[in-house]
């Protein structure tokens, strides 16, 4: 091997990080949900002579994606942004004055007030027959001809003077008034003939109708984890969901404590040292449909029967009766979370509506502020995907049939959702489901996504103790390596598994989703061929994304016969009830082959990556899927091309013949430093910006990362 030297390159070598960001095209409409609206035909505050005061919401659109020094400047120009609405444009409180402190900006396009029509939702104005309501209050107050709201109002509202208005408007009954994780919502009954004047109140932002939510029904171990006859490597490995718990939410009952799969003969009532369940907290009284769920989830009386769930080392915080003074479903959610839970099971719903309403923004809500969370949620059972499973951050989960009909979806909504989102994302089965039945020791048959879903929760449980016991990397707990993961990574995982079905003509699809779970393909163990790497990024904490801002992670593929399987999603920031449009911020997933063949995430011909194509600015799930990979380094980019909230974190799974770059100068990774690696590094410094040579991870090839291949070229060294 042949000694180098700077000038033995004979090249000219240039420093420093080259980048280069597109600006979005400037928006000229906003899609709202209760009509589309034209920037260019309301009335620009901008090119007023001065902005009066006011508590009323405001628009300011921006010319692109937020950025922390475009919030800075908005600041200091008197702009407080108070929430995301639609495209590039934010909700903001504009301080009275002169205009031109903003247009001095440049990337202000425009400024204007919110107006009132903009605040009901249509679902309030059709001229549709009644509901038929199943909930006895909601009949009393159709038949008094009032409509059930929930109201959002204004971010930072007074509360008082919300409740001194709301009680104002003649027949106005106010049930509740309470925080969601920052959002101000009121439930309030009301006559029709005063929808008008509710949306001209300063401290109201939208309106829309208060949500009927409803239980939905129609050798799950086994199946789920290697879909082999009794073969459970998880449980060998003693992986059960120990230590963990299960949050479970229920709209009409409750489980059935005396049953023997929750039963503990020292304990009569739920609290932090029962064996099953350390929380219960419902006045609803217990139910087939309750008792069912909780067991396919976390059930274990003590013997491998149908009276033990898929986690049943699992235990269970339990929640229940979504009545109309419990639509806040954020404080539900919260309330399981403070008591331990971190992966929580939803199998109801609403079949009322499919629109971004404030349900599904309670749900990424929730996940955006606790992004170690992940929520649950089974679809309608037929037709088109309804609400809230249609939220960004949940993962929504149709119903296989079980042994012998796997390969085909028996109960779910189809999407997408109304904005073009991939939705569902997983299968599980769900017919045929035994589980316990009634009291005592029983055991029953249930069909229906309410069914497939808590297998999927019971499964998330057990991938969180894979982390939290320290069995990543090696297989094997080790509790040095142990670790929190985010809902993301834990929801990267359980899709990175998936498998396709058979029925699945196109790949993935909006009636299977990513396909059929099938935990052991993502999960690595002692022995398996299939390998495992992750990446684990926080929301709004040190290393998440801005605007502009983009990460390489490398690693090597190895000779073998896996599939390569990259899967990266992310909690997204809360969408605006008052918008169609939910998405808030978008990352994008890049592969990079060896030899720089680059493939998009979520572009595929026939289930696998192809070159070419368009990056996804939809869906906060982006997979790359490469049949036969070339052995040798690869990369996964993931790049910040909006982040118009806080900043944004991420969860990566890379699964198939996979390792770690561990040497990261043996470029073609056949376990040498020399001249190959040499001529590979060459071309990367000649790209600059390739991410081939860039050793220490700057962007950029340049000089540094030509001292740290001499190194190891020199001294056989691999850093």
Not at 556 to 577: Q, Y
Request: aromatic share 8%.
């Amino acid at each position: 091997m042949t000694a180098l030297n700077a000038s033995t390159l004979g090249l000219s070598l240039c420093a420093g990080l080259a980048f280069a960001a597109t600006q979005a095209f400037a928006q000229d409409a906003l899609n709202l949900r209760a009509q589309h609206v034209r920037l260019r035909d309301t009335p620009d505050l901008l090119k007023e002579r001065t902005i009066g005061g006011t508590t009323a919401p405001r628009i300011v659109t921006l010319d692109g994606p937020m950025s922390p020094e475009r919030r800075a400047a908005l600041a200091k120009a008197g702009v407080q942004i108070k929430g995301f609405l639609d495209g590039d444009s934010f909700m903001a409180e504009i301080a009275p004055g002169s205009p031109a402190a903003l247009n001095r900006l440049g990337f202000v396009r425009s400024a204007s007030d919110f107006m009132p029509e903009w605040k009901i939702s249509p679902d309030l104005l059709a001229q549709a027959p009644a509901r038929n309501f199943k909930d006895a209050v909601r009949q009393r107050l159709q038949a008094k001809g009032k409509l059930a709201l929930v109201v959002s109002l204004v971010p930072g509202a007074d509360q008082n003077l919300a409740r001194t208005q709301l009680a104002a408007l003649p027949g106005a009954e106010l049930i509740r008034l309470d925080n969601a994780g920052g959002d101000l919502l009121a439930v309030l009954a009301l006559p029709a003939d005063q929808l008008r004047a509710l949306s001209r109140l300063s401290t109201v932002f939208f309106i829309e109708p208060a949500p009927e939510f409803e239980d939905r029904n129609a050798n799950a171990r086994w199946i789920a984890q290697t879909n082999i006859t009794n073969s459970t490597p998880f449980y060998t490995a003693s992986l059960t969901g120990t230590g963990q718990i299960i949050g479970i939410v229920e709209a009409s009952t409750k489980l059935d404590l005396s049953h023997c799969s929750f039963f503990d003969p020292l304990i009569s009532v739920a609290g932090p040292t029962h064996r099953k369940v350390v929380y219960l907290n419902t006045p609803r009284n217990v139910g087939l449909h309750a008792t069912h769920v909780s067991c396919t989830a976390a059930g274990d009386a003590g013997d491998n029967t149908n009276t033990r769930g898929i986690a049943y080392g699992s235990r269970i915080s339990f929640v229940g009766g979504l009545a109309l003074d419990q639509t806040v479903i954020f404080n539900l959610f919260l309330d399981n979370y403070n008591h331990g839970a971190f992966v929580h099971n939803n199998s109801w719903g609403n079949s009322g509506t499919n629109a971004y309403d404030v349900t599904c923004r309670a749900v990424d809500n929730f996940s955006w502020l606790n992004d170690q969370c992940l929520l649950m949620f089974a679809t309608s059972e037929s037709g088109a995907l309804t609400n809230p499973e249609n939220a960004k951050n949940c993962l929504a989960v149709v119903a296989t049939g079980n042994v012998g009909t796997l390969e085909s979806v028996l109960y779910g909504g189809t999407g997408p959702t109304t904005d073009g989102r991939r939705k569902p994302e997983i299968a599980a089965p769900g017919i045929l489901t035994s589980a316990v039945n009634g009291t005592g020791c029983g055991i029953g048959v249930q069909a229906g996504t309410s069914m497939a879903t808590p297998v999927v929760t019971g499964m998330g449980s057990i991938i969180r103790q894979y982390f939290t016991d320290g069995f990543y990397p090696s297989g094997t707990a080790n509790a040095p390596d142990a670790f929190t993961p985010t809902g993301p990574l834990i929801k990267s995982m359980l899709l990175n598994s998936a498998v396709r079905m058979s029925s699945q003509a196109a790949y993935p699809n909006n009636v299977g989703g990513w396909g059929r779970l099938l935990g052991d393909r993502a999960v690595y163990l002692p022995g398996d061929a299939r390998k495992l790497l992750v990446r684990d990024q926080r929301n709004n904490a040190p290393g998440a994304f801005s605007t502009g801002q983009f990460k390489y992670i490398r690693f090597v593929v190895t000779p073998g016969n896996e599939d390569l399987r990259v899967t990266m999603s992310f909690h997204d920031a809360p969408g605006n009830v008052a918008s169609s449009a939910p998405v808030v911020n978008n990352l994008d997933l890049t592969l990079i082959a060896p030899g720089n063949t680059q493939y998009l995430g979520n572009v595929f011909n026939n289930g696998w990556s192809t070159t070419g194509g368009s990056s996804d600015p939809l869906n906060n799930v982006e997979m790359g899927m490469i049949q036969s990979p070339a052995p040798g380094v690869w990369f996964a980019r993931i790049d910040a091309a909006a982040v118009n909230v806080g900043t944004q974190g991420y969860g990566l799974v890379v699964t198939g013949n996979v390792a770690e770059a561990t040497c990261i100068c043996d470029l073609n990774a056949d376990g040498l430093v020399d001249d190959a690696d040499f001529v590979l590094f060459v071309a990367s410094y000649d790209l600059l910006e390739d991410p081939v040579g860039d050793f220490n991870g700057d962007g950029v090839t340049d000089d540094a990362d030509f001292v740290i291949f001499l190194d190891s070229y020199n001294e056989l060294l691999c850093p």
